[in-house]
């Protein structure tokens, strides 16, 4: 695996699975999460049921980056595959989140920014995997 790719990943995979934790303890209302704090439309439903049909795409690219470095910390070549499965679908999640706000005239950096590293990080390692063959 390419030197740096692993903490990408561990950071970006890590990071949404936090997210998606903490949006799990909101939703149970076991944690307050203050509207002023989250995106624009939070505790709407249809845009809470956006934010929420983002998880299994989010899920996914998590676990399967987490597998990929956790394969190639072994010797395992399968690490590779999982590795580009994985950013490919961080790369759509990140897209269609800011497409979303695009569509929507809604521009927060504190959400665009972390969005668009989902992008950028795709984008940088795909080539870089797809290129190697080590």
Same mark, same amino acid.
């Given at each position: 695996?390419?030197? $740096?790719?692993?903490?990408?990943?561990?950071? %970006?995979?890590?990071?949404?699975?936090?997210?998606?934790?903490?949006?799990?303890?909101? !939703? =149970?209302?076991?944690?307050?999460?203050?509207?002023?704090?989250?995106?624009? $439309?939070?505790?709407?439903?249809?845009?809470? #049921?956006?934010?929420?049909? =983002?998880?299994? %795409?989010?899920?996914?690219?998590?676990?399967?980056?987490? *597998?990929?470095?956790?394969?190639?910390?072994?010797?395992?070549?399968?690490?590779?595959?999982?590795?580009? %499965?994985?950013?490919?679908?961080? =790369? !759509? &999640?990140? *897209?269609? &989140?800011?497409?979303?706000?695009?569509?929507?005239?809604?521009?927060?950096?504190?959400?665009? $920014?972390?969005?668009? &590293? *989902?992008? $950028? #990080?795709? *984008?940088?390692?795909?080539?870089?995997? %797809?290129?190697?063959?080590?």
């Amino acid at each position: 695996m390419p030197h $740096g790719l692993p903490l990408t990943l561990k950071l %970006i995979d890590g990071s949404m699975l936090l997210y998606w934790g903490i949006a799990a303890l909101g !939703c =149970f209302g076991l944690l307050h999460l203050p509207k002023e704090a989250m995106y624009a $439309g939070y505790g709407t439903p249809h845009v809470d #049921a956006w934010n929420w049909s =983002f998880a299994p %795409i989010d899920l996914a690219f998590a676990l399967t980056g987490l *597998l990929a470095v956790r394969m190639a910390r072994q010797g395992d070549p399968r690490w590779r595959p999982y590795a580009l %499965i994985s950013l490919a679908l961080t =790369f !759509c &999640a990140g *897209l269609m &989140a800011v497409s979303y706000w695009a569509l929507t005239s809604d521009f927060d950096p504190a959400w665009w $920014g972390p969005n668009l &590293a *989902l992008v $950028g #990080a795709a *984008l940088w390692w795909t080539p870089r995997l %797809i290129g190697s063959h080590g």
